[in-house]
């Protein structure tokens, strides 16, 4: 066998070389992941005992201060902890259907 006819199992521009680098991964945000700043239309949930609004989004608890229950509102998310989110009401879309005694 030739040295031209010779065929590498190994290629390094098809190679996964960051496999094998030392430096880390940089990660790079994805656009479904909440941030501080992402304006979210939501419908809340569940009521803690303060007063706000509860609402889980895609495996993360959000917290909306001072939300009705059942209501439809668009919210801002102010700051993220661990996995709570806290929300702020930009604007409300739907009141909800219940009456409260």
């Not at 040295?3 to 656009?31: A, C, G, L, M």
């Not at 998310?77 to 009141?95: H, Q």
């Amino acid at each position: 066998m030739s040295r031209q006819q010779k065929k590498h199992s190994w290629n390094p521009y098809t190679s996964d070389v960051q496999r094998f680098s030392i430096y880390p991964r940089i990660q790079t945000p994805h656009e479904d992941s909440l941030r501080p700043g992402k304006i979210l239309t939501v419908e809340i949930g569940d009521v803690d005992k303060h007063g706000n609004g509860i609402v889980n989004y895609k495996g993360a608890k959000i917290i909306v201060y001072n939300a009705s229950l059942g209501s439809k509102v668009k919210i801002r998310i102010t700051k993220i902890n661990d996995d709570v989110a806290y929300g702020e009401i930009l604007e409300v879309l739907s009141e909800a259907n219940e009456k409260y005694q």
